[in-house]
């Protein structure tokens, strides 16, 4: 077997495969029914798995509902990134201790768990690739996520479902994965017996599928994967406007509409917390009641928050008007100038899971609907 080479397997070669995964020392993570949603935790066996489940998701709404059959990944992405266990929500930096006259620091142990993720979406490889570029392959690499994604083994999925609130096809990140994998899976049908075409994205993925049951894929079987992901292209919930956004942006500073949305967004970092890009801490230290012991460690902060910004004198962003535009525009314009790529990748959840449903893609349209029709204005005068 060569990579890119194809195969089927059924729910047995896909049990086998988690068990492989397993034997060879990986914590293996998936998509899993808990807390109303379908969150990454850790997986057993395939039964695990959120298997006849589905996601509802619209602007402010998510609902978990039965699909009517036993397919193994009939959802789009719930709550939770992978960033979830790549750059955990805290983590400890060192701790330091006062011994006699003398003061003993010590580094927080950089971690080596080896991480195996199943299902991964075409969305979050990007979105990986995205936070590899700032937190890895930077000029200033954190230890602690190089530690963890060296290692990672990634079994993606292409997705054979869109969430309402999904817009890939319009970021050029989706639905079919294409970089970044070491096995992909497209589910052919959720019937009593599965089965999976699988490709090969690496020489780790080739070994590991030479130990699972498995037969080559004939032609039939490449039609149907490449019609499941078309028909998933084809029934995205949104589309970013086809426009420079980053342009429509920058150009835009003072628009009227920042106030509006500001209205309506109560500030409370939703967006940012759920984003699969989004890497902005803070640090904080503590220490003992005694006075002997300190620790630092470092949280997932937010750009939503007041002291996000605040510096000698006050806040750098005060009001929600201005948090909101520093947000969207680095998502959509400056992440280019910063990073070469857009820091947004149409996953849908800043959209989902906003309180009160503020859309991103709704944003930009608003501003650069109103932005036609002033040059429309201009050009009749
Ligand atoms: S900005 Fe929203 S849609 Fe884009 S990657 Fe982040 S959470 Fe997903
Ligand atoms: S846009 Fe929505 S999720 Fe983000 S801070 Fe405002 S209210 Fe919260």
């Given at each position: 077997m060569t990579l890119s080479e194809k195969a089927i397997v059924t729910d047995e070669g896909l049990e086998a495969l988690l068990q492989a995964l397993k034997s060879l020392g990986y914590r293996v993570v998936g998509p899993t029914l808990g807390d109303g949603a379908i969150v990454y935790d850790d997986i057993g066996e395939l039964s695990d798995l959120p298997i006849g489940w589905t996601d509802e998701q619209e602007a402010g709404h998510y609902r978990l509902s039965r699909r009517g059959d036993r397919a193994f990944f009939g959802y789009a992405v719930g709550p939770q990134s992978w960033k979830k266990f790549l750059y955990p929500p805290l983590?400890?930096?060192?701790?330091?201790?006062?011994?006699?006259?003398?003061l003993q620091v010590t580094a927080a142990?950089?971690?080596?768990?080896?991480?195996?993720?199943?299902?991964?979406?075409?969305?979050?490889?990007?979105?990986?690739a995205i936070q590899d570029r700032v937190l890895m392959n930077?000029?200033?690499?954190?230890?602690?996520?190089?530690?963890?994604?060296?290692?990672?083994?990634?079994?993606?999925?292409?997705?054979?479902?869109?969430?309402?609130?999904?817009?890939?096809?319009?970021?050029?990140?989706?639905?079919?994965?294409?970089?970044?994998?070491?096995?992909?899976?497209?589910?052919?049908?959720?019937?009593?017996?599965?089965r999976f075409l699988v490709e090969v994205g690496s020489?780790?993925?080739?070994?590991?599928?030479?130990?699972?049951?498995?037969r080559p894929a004939d032609s039939a079987a490449l039609a149907e994967a490449d019609a499941v992901v078309a028909r998933t292209a084809q029934s995205m919930g949104r589309a970013m406007p086809p426009v420079d956004v980053r342009e429509l942006l920058l150009q835009n500073p003072e628009h009227p509409r920042w106030d509006e949305v500001a209205a309506r967004c109560l500030g409370c970092a939703n967006c940012t917390m759920v984003c699969p890009t989004c890497f902005c801490s803070s640090t904080e230290d503590g220490s003992d009641l005694t006075g002997t012991e300190t620790s630092r460690q470092r949280r997932w902060d937010s750009c939503f928050t007041m002291d996000f910004s605040y510096i000698h004198g006050g806040s750098v962003r005060p009001s929600l008007q201005a948090r909101y535009r520093q947000w969207m525009t680095h998502k959509l314009a400056t992440w280019h100038d910063q990073f070469g790529t857009s820091g947004c990748?149409?996953?849908?959840?800043?959209?989902?899971?906003?309180?009160?449903?503020?859309?991103?893609?709704?944003?930009?349209?608003a501003i650069d609907d109103s932005q036609k029709a002033k040059i429309e204005g201009e050009k009749g005068d």
């Open positions: 983590q400890s930096l060192w701790t330091a201790k006062q011994e006699g006259t003398a142990p950089v971690a080596e768990e080896r991480f195996a993720f199943i299902g991964v979406r075409a969305c979050e490889l990007h979105a990986m930077g000029a200033y690499a954190d230890p602690h996520y190089q530690g963890r994604r060296r290692e990672t083994f990634i079994v993606a999925v292409n997705c054979g479902t869109a969430g309402g609130t999904c817009f890939c096809v319009s970021m050029d990140s989706g639905p079919r994965v294409d970089a970044g994998f070491d096995l992909a899976l497209t589910e052919l049908d959720g019937a009593e017996n599965s020489e780790a993925g080739r070994s590991l599928l030479e130990r699972l049951p498995s990748v149409g996953c849908g959840r800043c959209i989902t899971w906003c309180p009160v449903g503020i859309d991103i893609t709704e944003e930009v349209r």
